[in-house]
């Protein structure tokens, strides 16, 4: 299947969302902050990134502009605790394709995933929670 990056500080969210993604049969990259996501996405090139937004460090939204300047095509679903429209609203503009809340459902999960996935369909551009 795909190749995701999880980036959150909390190794429990990672956690979460590597036992909603791997039955699947998605390969998982992990990373805790900002500039290791940077660097794993440039050296692993995955075809989606789920992102937390509040880290320490640089802010998810600092990681996701960073990336999709350098890569356009960057495919990043956010994956927050933070349900405010105009976080949604933020991320959308920064170039998300999708939004998906905590605590994780894994069938919204997969649902933005497979949305948010190119082989599968078009972006994901509404809140899953």
């Known amino acids: 299947m795909a190749k995701i990056l999880l980036v959150d500080d909390s190794a429990l969210a990672r956690r979460i969302l590597?036992?909603?993604?791997?039955?699947?049969?998605?390969?998982?990259?992990?990373?805790?902050?900002?500039?290791?996501?940077?660097?794993?996405?440039?050296?692993?090139?995955?075809?989606?990134?789920?992102?937390d937004l509040t880290?320490?460090?640089m802010h998810g939204l600092d990681v996701l502009r960073e990336m999709r300047r350098l890569d356009p095509s960057a495919r990043v679903v956010v994956a927050t605790a933070d349900i405010q429209e105009s976080?949604?609203?933020?991320?959308?503009?920064?170039?998300?394709?999708?939004?998906?809340?905590?605590?994780?459902?894994q069938k919204q999960v997969l649902e933005v995933v497979g949305r948010a996935l190119p082989?599968?369909?078009?972006?994901?551009t509404a809140e899953e929670g």
């Open 18 to 51: 590597r036992r909603c993604l791997e039955p699947e049969g998605h390969q998982i990259i992990e990373a805790q902050d900002g500039i290791s996501a940077l660097e794993a996405y440039f050296l692993e090139k995955p075809d989606l990134v789920l992102l």
């Open 55 to 57: 880290m320490e460090g």
């Open 87 to 105: 976080t949604q609203r933020m991320a959308q503009e920064a170039g998300a394709c999708g939004f998906v809340v905590k605590p994780f459902v």
């Open 119 to 124: 082989a599968v369909g078009g972006p994901a």
